[in-house]
């Protein structure tokens, strides 16, 4: 799982570009993360992002539909201490 001592370069990337606006997940088991309409090309780590809590749904949705992203308080917390850290 993605800590905030773990997180890659490519981590705090995506958590940058999802703070940012303009970001969807594809809900279901491994939600995919899109970025400006176009698919993230790391999912492994968005899910891992997802699965760490640093990314969520920011509102309901069905399977396979795309809602609006973004990052979640830990992930702010993550970020911020990332940006430390760099």
Same mark, same amino acid.
């Given at each position: 799982?993605?800590?905030? /001592?773990?997180?890659?370069? &490519? @981590? +705090?990337?995506?958590? +940058? *570009?999802? !703070? !940012?606006?303009?970001?969807?997940?594809?809900? $279901?088991?491994?939600? @995919?993360?899109?970025?400006?309409? +176009? %698919? %993230? /090309?790391? #999912? /492994? *780590?968005?899910? #891992?992002?997802? &699965? !760490?809590?640093?990314?969520?749904?920011?509102?309901?949705?069905?399977?396979?539909? &795309?809602?609006? =992203?973004?990052?979640?308080? =830990?992930?702010? @917390? =993550?970020? $911020? /201490?990332?940006?430390?850290? !760099?």
């Amino acid at each position: 799982m993605t800590t905030t /001592s773990t997180l890659s370069g &490519r @981590d +705090r990337a995506i958590l +940058r *570009a999802v !703070a !940012a606006g303009g970001a969807e997940l594809a809900l $279901g088991i491994e939600p @995919d993360l899109f970025l400006d309409g +176009r %698919c %993230c /090309s790391d #999912q /492994s *780590a968005a899910h #891992q992002l997802v &699965r !760490a809590g640093l990314i969520v749904a920011a509102t309901l949705g069905l399977v396979g539909e &795309r809602v609006a =992203a973004a990052i979640s308080p =830990a992930g702010q @917390d =993550a970020l $911020g /201490s990332a940006l430390l850290v !760099a």
